[in-house]
């Protein structure tokens, strides 16, 4: 039986060498080794190979059986093709990046990372957190925890955000000192500036007919407004001062100012205690050398005249005309500073201290007391908006009033400054500042 199943194993083999191209076996001289590999694997794995029993075999039929065998190549493995099959799809529509893909694939990935990585760092709204004072020796302490809101760490990156962040804190409301992880806090923060949406609420179309109207030619000469407490009279030419690419009058400015006094005593709560001066005050305090002349300028604030008392007012308006410009100086009581803006970011130091001249003399004069101004800071601001054009600064110079005198930030800019006029016209016109 053993030597039945050997021949059938030796034949099986035989069958497969006759499958073998004949000039294979008719070449004596045919050298496998430099055969060329079949260019289908498949058939070699496919190929049947001699099996041997495991009865003992002589030495030479076992050499000739493995000479025969060793005919046959090397059987290779083929390269898998890649499967296309369904991906798990993150949020955002990403997927999950797989490692066998290419380079570009594989960039594209690191770019996504990144982007959604930067998202910590993108600038939030300003948020002003409210500190309630229950001692004023101890004060209060705002702990680091309104930083962590921000997702800040401790790399160099997350340093400068909170820089950034600490910095911007102190500038609105110069009380905040850095103490490492905390920040001390010696009295109440503002509540958030809120801008309404009254500031710019758009003209009706009767409105800005009733403006278009005043400032045609056929009104030049006509007396359109009368105003009976500053004994101020509008022409129809003089009113076109407002159109875009004027300059503003000094009956213009010293009209609206009036009007912004008589706002504030209408409704007081909504308002700061101010003082408006009008556009010759300065003129006359100020003599040809640069001086302050105190007695020049001292009847105009009696309170007799005045209803009250010029120093008790948080904020006090100085127009400063400069030949062909207009700025604004301000005596700023509630913040103990004298304030200089100038829409061309211009500096002039001798106004702050002719100002703060005016100030103690009058102090002097009305109370009797002498008030010390030497903490009391001179600025000329920087961070207020700016005019492109060489006409805007007298619109420029109102827009600072208004919002000052609301306790509002200056946040308008020259893309409003053709709204401000029209609207400004109108409330001329109806004698009455919103």
Same mark, same amino acid.
């Given at each position: ?33 430099? =055969? /060329? ?29 493995? #000479? ?40 594209? #990935? ?54 950034? $962040? ?8 110069? =009380? $905040? ?11 109440? !923060? ?48 003089? $009113? ?7 300059? !503003? ?11 912004? =006094? ?17 556009? %010759? ?13 105190? &007695?020049?300028?001292?009847?105009? /604030?009696?309170?007799?005249? $005045?209803?009250?008392?010029? %120093? ?78 060489? %006409? ?6 109102? =827009? ?11 946040? %308008? ?10 609207? /400004?016209? &109108? ?8």
């Amino acid at each position: 039986m053993v030597f039945f199943k050997w021949v059938l194993s030796f034949q099986g083999a035989l069958a497969g060498n006759r499958k073998r191209s004949g000039s294979e076996r008719c070449n004596p001289h045919f050298n496998h080794k430099n =055969k /060329t590999p079949h260019s289908n694997p498949l058939v070699f794995q496919r190929s049947k190979k001699l099996r041997f029993s495991s009865m003992d075999q002589s030495p030479e039929k076992a050499s000739s059986s493995f #000479s025969r065998l060793s005919r046959y190549p090397d059987s290779r493995l083929h390269v898998p093709k890649e499967v296309q099959a369904p991906v798990k799809h993150l949020k955002f529509g990403l997927s999950i990046p797989n490692p066998n893909h290419d380079f570009l694939s594989k960039k594209l #990935s690191d770019a996504k990372k990144k982007a959604f990585g930067s998202f910590k760092y993108i600038n939030k709204d300003k948020e002003v957190v409210t500190v309630e004072k229950d001692d004023e020796d101890s004060g209060s302490w705002l702990m680091a925890d309104a930083f962590d809101k921000l997702s800040l760490n401790h790399s160099d990156n997350d340093s400068k955000a909170y820089n950034k $962040l600490l910095k911007s804190a102190e500038r609105r409301t110069n =009380k $905040l000192k850095d103490s490492g992880p905390q920040v001390k806090v010696n009295e109440k !923060l503002k509540k958030p500036e809120v801008v309404t949406h009254e500031l710019f609420v758009p003209l009706t179309k009767d409105e800005l007919a009733e403006v278009s109207y005043a400032f045609s030619a056929e009104n030049k000469k006509k007396i359109l407004v009368s105003h009976e407490n500053s004994s101020i009279d509008i022409r129809g030419e003089v $009113l076109q001062c407002l159109k875009p690419g004027s300059w !503003l009058s000094d009956e213009v400015i010293n009209l609206y100012l009036e009007l912004l =006094k008589e706002r504030e005593n209408r409704e007081p709560k909504k308002f700061l205690k101010c003082h408006f001066f009008n556009t %010759f005050f300065y003129k006359k305090l100020v003599s040809s050398e640069g001086g302050c002349n105190y &007695k020049a300028v001292k009847r105009w /604030t009696s309170q007799r005249k $005045l209803g009250y008392c010029l %120093f008790d007012c948080d904020k006090i308006f100085v127009p400063i005309h400069k030949d062909i410009h207009w700025c604004l100086a301000v005596i700023n009581k509630k913040d103990r500073k004298f304030q200089y803006l100038d829409s061309l970011r211009g500096r002039d130091g001798k106004v702050l201290n002719a100002l703060a001249n005016y100030f103690v003399e009058e102090v002097r004069d009305k109370s009797g007391q002498d008030i010390d101004i030497s903490s009391w800071e001179q600025e000329h601001v920087e961070d207020l908006p700016a005019q492109k054009n060489g %006409f805007d600064c007298g619109m420029f110079m109102l =827009k600072y009033i208004d919002f000052y005198s609301r306790g509002l930030s200056l946040s %308008f800019g020259q893309e409003h400054m053709r709204y401000f006029r029209s609207r /400004t016209a &109108k409330e001329i016109l109806r004698l009455r500042a919103d």
